[in-house]
C-alpha cells in the first residue's frame, strides 16, 4: 500500500489504522468525541472526496481567516467536524476555544467555491491552537 501523509501521520503517532477504524466505530468513542449533528451550514456541502470517503466541499469562496463553522459544539461534532478530510496542503485550520471544547474551521488560505475543504490533522490533534 502506498503511503500517504495521513497514514505517515499515524505512523508517526505509532497509531494502527485498523485499530484506530475499530476504535472510531466503538460505543466508546462516540461517547469521547460526541455524535455527529447538521446544523444547518449553508457554507459547504457534503460530496464524495477523492481522498477518501466523503469531504466538504465550499458552497462559496472563503479569504484567508473567514469562518467556515464550526467543527465540535457543546460536545456534539458537526458534519465539518466529521468529515474534514487530512491534506498536507491544507487549505483551513481547526482552532480550539479556551473557555470550553467548542472548536471552529477557519479558512487558512483562499478557497474557492467548490474546492474540497482540507485540514491537517496535526495541527488540530497534536498541535492545538487556540482561538479567542
Known amino acids: 500500500m502506498m503511503m500517504n501523509d495521513f497514514h505517515k501521520m499515524l505512523e508517526e503517532q505509532g497509531i494502527d489504522l485498523e485499530e484506530l477504524n475499530q476504535y472510531i466505530d466503538s460505543d466508546e468513542f462516540i461517547l469521547e468525541a460526541g455524535p455527529v449533528v447538521d446544523y444547518g451550514n449553508k457554507n459547504y456541502e457534503l460530496k464524495d472526496s477523492d481522498i ?9 469562496n472563503f479569504k484567508k481567516g473567514e469562518t467556515i463553522g464550526y467543527g465540535k459544539i457543546e460536545g456534539t461534532r ?6 474534514t478530510n487530512h491534506s498536507k496542503k491544507h487549505n483551513a485550520k481547526f482552532y480550539y476555544f479556551k473557555k470550553n471544547d467548542n472548536m471552529i474551521l ?5 478557497i474557492i467555491k467548490g474546492e474540497e475543504i482540507v485540514t491537517n490533522y496535526r495541527n488540530h490533534t497534536y498541535n492545538k491552537e487556540y482561538y479567542d
Do not use: C, H, M, S
Open 52 to 60: 477518501d470517503g466523503l469531504g466538504i466541499f465550499a458552497n462559496k
Open 106 to 110: 477557519l479558512a487558512d488560505k483562499e
Open 78 to 83: 458537526t458534519v465539518a467536524g466529521r468529515y
